[in-house]
């Protein structure tokens, strides 16, 4: 007795069978959707904005010892840089963060892929981007000093820092010898280190460059929070210097006791 024949639906399809087993062979993955790229471009811009985060933290340490050891040198003795407490001068980290999220570095960014755009000779379009770029970054900082200096000298009667000795000073707020310095140092160091820097924290996996970025935000809010309050009732910051006396002091206390601290 004969087999009935198979009916033409059950039977599988030769060209859809060789496409199949031909990607398979091929280890082809198939396309993302746009719902995988809004997710993918969402989780890039959040992993951006936590790298830049710590960027601005280690920039506001780095400026902190690099004004301290400035400072130090020419008073002879420890001088404690900044509003916080603790080891950062905040001014540098902002201020560089938003240079290279407006400019990039004089090498890479939206300002050199415009003069590339331009049919100047490169020569000429590497020499306006540095010149340009060192003028944003001679100035932007500046604006920074001047409003921060302003705001609490106005408001709460506070000088943070003075240029009164330097020539060519705005009511001590700012005076032009730093404001060249900042170019100079900020032109460079976006030049050389920046790129470094950077790569470092993108080396960081995601888990923990968020919990370093998270801790790293909480304590210098709480920082500034406190210095705030201390500024308002005291009319100066809680130093660096102040917190290791009163931390030697109350190591001092607990000795005796035979404790450890």
């Known amino acids: 007795m004969k087999k009935p024949p198979l009916q033409a639906a059950s039977l599988p399809n030769p060209v859809l069978c060789s496409n199949s087993y031909a990607g398979m062979r091929a280890g082809a993955l198939p396309l993302p959707t746009a719902a995988q790229e809004r997710r993918e471009k969402k989780l890039a811009r959040k992993r951006f904005a936590l ?122 707020y700012i005076c032009l010898e730093f404001t060249l310095l900042w170019g100079v140092l900020i032109t460079a160091a976006m030049a050389t280190a920046w790129h470094l820097l950077h790569w470092l924290i993108h080396k960081i996996p995601s888990r923990p460059l968020f919990w370093l970025s998270a801790v790293f935000r909480v304590v210098l809010t709480m920082d500034f929070l406190f210095n705030f309050g201390y500024l308002l009732k005291t009319g100066k910051h809680f130093s660096l210097e102040k917190l290791a006396l009163g931390l030697g002091k109350l190591f001092s206390l607990r000795k005796p006791l035979g404790g450890c601290f």
């Open 51 to 172: 790298e830049m985060s710590l960027m601005m933290i280690l920039v506001s340490f780095l400026g902190w010892c690099m004004e301290t050891v400035y400072c130090s040198l020419l008073a002879g003795k420890f001088t404690d840089r900044g509003f916080l407490t603790l080891p950062f001068c905040t001014i540098y980290g902002t201020s560089v963060v938003g240079i290279y999220l407006l400019l990039g570095t004089p090498v890479k960014g939206r300002l050199v892929d415009l003069l590339r755009r331009t049919r100047m000779p490169k020569w000429l379009s590497v020499t306006l981007s540095v010149l340009v770029y060192f003028v944003a970054a001679a100035l932007i900082p500046t604006l920074v000093e001047l409003a921060t200096g302003w705001f609490f000298d106005e408001f709460f009667g506070v000088r943070l820092w003075s240029y009164t000795g330097y020539k060519y000073n705005f009511k001590g």
